[in-house]
């Protein structure tokens, strides 16, 4: 029996940065852009706001950039406020490293299974795939999406019925696949 389970995200993650005017380490971002024009040079960043005090960060996409070398449809995107190009800058890892941020998805996705019963006495195979670099573990995926508790998953690697390519105890943000057989 074959499945097909999806990471999926729900919402934009958090910003992990410092805030300056609190204690707080997260900002919140709704997909809001500023484009700032000087001549034919551009400035495009990303807004967000503190979790906390509500200030806002400035999060750089584009700095001096000529006009001319920036896709348009970007820059519409950008106007318009568009929440997935947030989503898919915020997956950019030169765009985190340049501004010094990580990105923080508690709550912010949830895993879809084909939502059937498992029989007991024949072996799945499931296929994760994620839409979105989320770090996940994937034995607490296992559980949650076979309904069995975390020491049950971690038994069954133990007992060599669940079986996986990747290392099921650690963290992943890529497609895996794992064969359980109870
Ligand atoms: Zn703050």
Redesign the pocket.
């Known amino acids: 029996m074959h499945e097909d389970w999806t990471v999926k995200p729900v919402r934009l993650p958090l910003i992990r940065r410092s805030?300056?005017?609190?204690?707080?380490e997260t900002f919140r971002t709704t997909g809001k852009f500023r484009v700032n024009a000087n001549h034919k040079l551009l400035d495009v960043w990303l807004l967000a706001l503190?979790?906390?005090?509500?200030?806002t960060t400035k999060i750089a996409i584009l700095e001096r950039t000529h006009v001319r070398s920036i896709r348009p449809e970007m820059l519409d995107r950008a106007h318009d406020n568009d929440p997935r190009l947030a989503a898919e800058l915020l997956q950019d890892g030169v765009v985190r490293r340049r501004n010094h941020i990580a990105l923080d998805w508690n709550d912010a996705w949830r895993l879809e299974t084909g939502g059937s019963e498992y029989p007991e006495d024949e072996a799945i195979d499931v296929s994760v795939r994620f839409e979105a670099q989320i770090p996940v573990r994937p034995m607490r995926l296992i559980a949650e999406g076979c309904g069995l508790s975390r020491g049950e998953v971690e038994r069954l690697v133990v007992d060599g019925r669940l079986v996986s390519a990747v290392r099921l105890s650690g963290k992943l943000s890529s497609d895996f696949t794992f064969t359980l057989k109870r």
């Not at 805030?19 to 707080?24: G, P």
Request: with cysteine.
């Open positions: 805030c300056q005017e609190c204690t707080s503190c979790t906390q005090c509500g200030t």
